[in-house]
């Protein structure tokens, strides 16, 4: 015997009884289709966004890669047991370094040639550009505090201390590293520093050694390789080119067999020697010399921003081509950082 309830939906729907209920089977056609539409699995659709030309990866280690299509330009180190963080490899055009760690005759007492780095000597009479003695004062990364990707640059901006030997903080710096595209896989790296003194006024005492340092690859340097420098007023080599006051100086030279390629330490004249002195050495170094003619204050609470620039180009120095590089540099605004 069938259910009350299942004989009165029979009857309900008995073909005699379909005409009267003409609107109720498309209705339940309609819901079931609507339930099977649901039950279907939805497709995905694949709507990829352009990846950025330059990019800044964060590594293991403590390092960052700045790449453009992957291929690594340059590497900032930040780790906390080094004397500071540099910058190692600089890849020129051909994706070769054109920096070295320490210098190749003498690498124990010059090992705080770190490739590209920032350091001072006389910091309130403290040296904060050696390795080696006791009485070194450290710089000490604390955090990055960005990472930045895009079509034209790639940059990281990191916050670190000036510590005494005693642990004191004389300084606090933010730091951007920036990459910025050219053509034939050329570029040019920008350095934007921020020093604050927080508590005390910090003396950057008189002297040749600082503010920032570049150690070429050995087949660079004239004494080992056959390279050249040059400044922006034409003059050439150690013999020309040593403590000189110049807006760029260009270390060119080697780097394979018949692979020429150079970089060009600029000085922004927003910093306040500029034109600065270049330290410039056959040997295979350069430096800006910030102080090179006398002390800079900075009181308590105060800052003191420095810009410096670095072309990574193909062949060697030409002049018109560098000067052509060096003005928009001129003309560049030192980085916002911020209160």
């Not at 604050?196 to 910090?202: D, E, F, G, H, L």
């Not at 003619?293 to 105060?302: A, N, W």
Request: hydrophobic share 35%; charged share 20%; glycine share 10%.
């Amino acid at each position: 015997m069938w259910p009350q309830g299942y004989a009165k939906t029979s009857r309900a729907f008995s073909s005699e009884n379909l005409q009267s209920h003409g609107t109720i089977l498309p209705l339940l056609l309609l819901i079931s289709f609507s339930w099977w539409c649901h039950a279907q699995p939805k497709a995905v659709v694949f709507d990829p966004r352009p990846v950025p030309h330059l990019q800044a990866i964060p590594l293991p280690h403590d390092q960052v890669s700045i790449q453009r299509h992957g291929l690594e330009r340059l590497r900032y180190h930040f780790a906390p047991s080094l004397h500071r963080p540099f910058i190692y490899p600089v890849n020129g055009p051909s994706g070769r370094s054109l920096t070295r760690m320490g210098h190749p005759h003498d690498p124990i007492s010059h090992s705080h040639h770190n490739s590209v780095w920032i350091s001072h000597y006389k910091v309130n009479g403290i040296d904060f550009w050696g390795d080696h003695g006791p009485d070194k004062g450290r710089i000490l990364h604390r955090r990055v505090e960005k990472l930045e990707d895009s079509n034209t640059h790639a940059a990281v901006t990191t916050f670190s201390h000036w510590n005494g030997p005693d642990g004191t903080t004389l300084l606090e710096e933010t730091r951007r590293i920036a990459v910025e595209d050219r053509t034939d896989g050329q570029y040019l790296i920008i350095m934007d520093l921020k020093l604050k003194a927080p508590n005390t006024r910090v003396t950057l005492g008189e002297t040749p050694f600082g503010i920032l340092g570049v150690r070429m690859a050995k087949s660079l340097g004239v004494n080992d390789g056959g390279g050249r420098i040059t400044n922006a007023e034409g003059q050439v080599n150690e013999k020309e080119v040593f403590w000189k006051k110049t807006r760029w100086v260009d270390y060119s030279g080697q780097i394979a067999n018949g692979v020429v390629e150079g970089l060009t330490l600029m000085d922004h004249p927003g910093n306040p020697n500029h034109p600065s002195a270049f330290h410039v050495r056959n040997d295979g170094w350069m430096g800006a010399c910030l102080t090179f003619e006398g002390d800079h204050l900075i009181r308590p609470g105060k800052s003191l921003q420095l810009r410096y620039g670095i072309y990574v180009h193909s062949g060697l120095a030409n002049t018109k081509i560098l000067e052509a590089e060096w003005k928009p540099f001129s003309r560049s605004k030192p980085f916002d950082f911020g209160k």
